[in-house]
């Protein structure tokens, strides 16, 4: 199993990136997928959500109107387009799959993790 993320990067406070995760070695379509991130020195947050059919999304209140999640089931590919960075949105940003839904978000508790990439915001 395998969930590359990729698209980080340096971004000035407003500007956006587009964020990639592409797996393999298991059944895409049977698996919601998240987003999550972690700071230096904290915990991680859950960020944004995506049902397998991705028609329908979620978000964490911070990001709610400035992030979109999306996936591709022909390329088992999730997206996270992130607009308005902000220096608050600089983190090691993950992805993540999971068979238990948006609940899983919860207590972090997804079947498979990426090894993340790191998104900085700053001028």
């Known amino acids: 199993v395998q969930l590359q993320a990729s698209g980080g990067g340096l971004v000035q406070p407003g500007g956006s990136l587009r964020l990639s995760c592409a797996t393999s070695g298991f059944t895409f379509t049977w698996y919601w997928m998240h987003w999550i991130r972690q700071r230096p020195g904290e915990g991680f947050e859950w960020v944004s959500g995506?049902?397998?059919?991705?028609?329908?999304?979620f978000y964490e209140d911070s990001v709610s109107g400035r992030f979109t999640i999306s996936r591709d089931n022909a390329k088992n590919t999730a997206y996270l387009q992130m607009n308005n960075l902000q220096p608050e949105d600089a983190a090691r940003y993950y992805c993540?799959?999971?068979?238990?839904?948006?609940?899983?978000?919860?207590?972090?508790?997804?079947?498979?993790w990426g090894q993340g990439t790191l998104v900085t915001v700053s001028s």
């Open positions: 993540a799959a999971a068979q238990r839904g948006l609940s899983a978000r919860y207590n972090h508790e997804y079947d498979f």
């Open positions: 995506v049902n397998i059919g991705g028609d329908s999304t």
